[in-house]
C-alpha cells in the first residue's frame, strides 16, 4: 500500500510549491512545457505551434521532456514546469499527494494493453494469477491493468506487480524475467513488432481512457489567458493530427528513432481531439480514483473537481 509518507515523498515538495517560484510566474514571459515522447505535445513541438502562436506577444516556449507521468507530475507540482501532459493516473497520485496542479484539457488516451511473450501459455488475464507483471506505477497502463484484472474476476492483489519504469519493465519483458508487462503505445507497437508480444487484454475491453493537459494551479492562476492559448493551440493541433495519422506516424518515428512500422501501427488506436473537462470526464477520473483508493494505491480519497480549472473563472 501506498502510505502518505510515501506519496508525499514521491512527490517531494508538492504541498508547497516556493514562494519565489509563484510570483515569478505571475507575468510569464516563458512558458515550460513538460511532454513524452508522443501525442499532441509532441506534434506541437515538431512544428513549432506554440513557438509561432506566441512570438508577437513576446513569449518564449521551453520544451522539457519526460519519460512517463509521474516524475512530469513532480515538476509540474513543485513549478518546474507550467504545463505538462499524462495519462489518467498520474494526477490521481498527485492530487492524494496534496499536489499544486490543475486539469485544463483531455483528450483520447493512448492504446495501452496486458502483453505477454508470444509463446506465453497465458491465455487470458485471469491466467495471472499469482503471476509477475512489469507494470510502470503511477501511470495510465497502472490503471488499465488494474481494470483490465479486477475485470477479470481477480484482486490487484493477486498478481506480482513488479514496479518497472517503461525502458527497464521492456528489457525485463525481452528477457523473460516478467510474465507479462502492462504499457501504452508506442511501447506497446514495439513490442508487437519488435518482440512479437501478444495482447492479453487491451485499454479497449477496461472502458474509457483519457489523457490530460495539465497545469501548475499558480500559473493557471496567473495566466489565465495564456493557458488558453496554449490549450487553444493543442486543439488545432489535435485536429490536424487526426486527419493527417500518415504524416504524424512519420513525424513520431523520426523523433523518437522507432520503426515506422510501431508508429504506423500505434496511429491505428490514438486519436488526439483536445475538448474541455466536462462533468463525464470528471466521472470518469473520479471512479478511476475512487478505486485507487480502495484497493490501497493512494491513501485518502480524493475529489477530483477539485483540481478542474476553469478558464475565466
Do not use: C
Amino acid at each position: 500500500m501506498l502510505t502518505r509518507r510515501t506519496a508525499l515523498a514521491t512527490l517531494s515538495a508538492a504541498v508547497a510549491a516556493p514562494a519565489l517560484i509563484r510570483s515569478a510566474r505571475a507575468d510569464a514571459r516563458k512558458i515550460r512545457i513538460g511532454l513524452q515522447k508522443n501525442g499532441v505535445f509532441l506534434i506541437a513541438r515538431t512544428r513549432r505551434t506554440l513557438e509561432q502562436r506566441f512570438e508577437a506577444e513576446g513569449v518564449a516556449v521551453e520544451w522539457l521532456e519526460f519519460t512517463f507521468g509521474p516524475p512530469l507530475l513532480e515538476a509540474l507540482n513543485v513549478g518546474s514546469i507550467d504545463i505538462g501532459t499524462t495519462g489518467d493516473a498520474p494526477p490521481i497520485f498527485a492530487q492524494a499527494a496534496r499536489g499544486r496542479f490543475v486539469y485544463a484539457a483531455t483528450y483520447p488516451a493512448s492504446g495501452a494493453a496486458i502483453l505477454v511473450p508470444k509463446d506465453s501459455p497465458l491465455k487470458t488475464v485471469a491466467d495471472l494469477k499469482g503471476k509477475r507483471i512489469a507494470i510502470p506505477k503511477g501511470s495510465s497502463a497502472h490503471n488499465v491493468a488494474v481494470q483490465l484484472i479486477e475485470k477479470a474476476g481477480l484482486g490487484f492483489d493477486e498478481v506480482n506487480a513488479a514496479y518497472l519504469p517503461p525502458a527497464d519493465g521492456q528489457a525485463a519483458f525481452a528477457r523473460g524475467s516478467v510474465d507479462a508487462w502492462a504499457v501504452w503505445d508506442p511501447f506497446f507497437a514495439i513490442a508487437e513488432e519488435t518482440l512479437g508480444a501478444r495482447v492479453l487484454s487491451s485499454s479497449a475491453d477496461a472502458g474509457p481512457q483519457n489523457g490530460f493537459t495539465l497545469a501548475n494551479r499558480d500559473f493557471a492562476n496567473a495566466n489565465g489567458d495564456l493557458l488558453k492559448g496554449v490549450v487553444d493551440a493543442f486543439g488545432e493541433v489535435g485536429a490536424w493530427a487526426d486527419g493527417h495519422k500518415d504524416e504524424v506516424a512519420e513525424l513520431f518515428s523520426a523523433a523518437t528513432k522507432t520503426p515506422i512500422e510501431a508508429q504506423r501501427r500505434a496511429q491505428t488506436r490514438t486519436g488526439y481531439a483536445v475538448r474541455p473537462i466536462t462533468p463525464e470526464v470528471v466521472a470518469t477520473q473520479q471512479a478511476n480514483a475512487d478505486r485507487f483508493h480502495r484497493i490501497g494505491l493512494i491513501p485518502n480519497a480524493i475529489t477530483v473537481a477539485d483540481a478542474v480549472w476553469t478558464p475565466g473563472a
